[in-house]
C-alpha cells in the first residue's frame, strides 16, 4: 500500500480509523434510542467498512498487477527464446525431400491461362 499513499497519508488513515472506532465504542456503551444518535451510528460503522473495504481492494488490485508484470515478463522470455531457437533451427535444417511413392501430375486446365470464364466444367 505504501506504492499509493505517502507516509502523511498512512499516518492519518490510521488516525481517522482510530477516531471512528473509538465514537462507535462511544456510541454503543449504551445502544442509542434516539434516530439522530442511531444514524450517527450507522454512518461512522460504513465509513469504517468503507475504508477496510477499499484498503483489501487496493491489495488485490496490488498483487493482481503484480501478477500480471510476472506473466508478460515470463512471455517476453518465452517469446525471445523461441524466437532465438527458430533462427538457430532455420539454418540447420535439412533440405525437405517429398515422398517417392506419391505421383505428381499437372492437369492441363491447371496451366491454362487464356481462361475468360470459370465454369464447374473447367474444374
Not at 469504517?48 to 512471455?75: C, F, G, P
Not at 491447371?110 to 475468360?116: G, V
Amino acid at each position: 500500500m505504501s506504492n499509493y499513499f505517502t507516509e502523511d497519508d498512512i499516518r492519518i488513515l490510521e488516525k481517522t480509523s482510530k477516531v471512528r472506532e473509538k465514537a462507535i465504542d462511544a456510541l454503543t456503551v449504551e445502544m442509542p434510542r434516539r434516530a439522530s444518535d442511531v444514524l450517527a451510528l450507522v454512518a461512522v460503522i460504513e465509513s469504517l467498512d468503507k475504508t477496510i473495504l477499499a484498503k483489501a481492494k487496493l491489495k488485490i488490485d496490488d498483487s493482481s498487477s503484480r501478477a500480471n508484470e510476472e506473466t508478460q515478463s515470463m512471455m517476453r522470455d518465452l517469446l525471445l527464446n523461441l524466437h532465438k531457437t527458430s533462427i538457430k533451427g532455420a539454418t540447420q535444417m535439412a533440405p525437405m525431400v517429398l515422398p517417392e511413392e506419391i505421383e505428381y501430375t499437372i492437369a492441363p486446365s491447371e496451366m491454362r491461362k487464356d481462361i475468360d470464364e470459370v465454369s464447374i466444367k473447367d474444374f
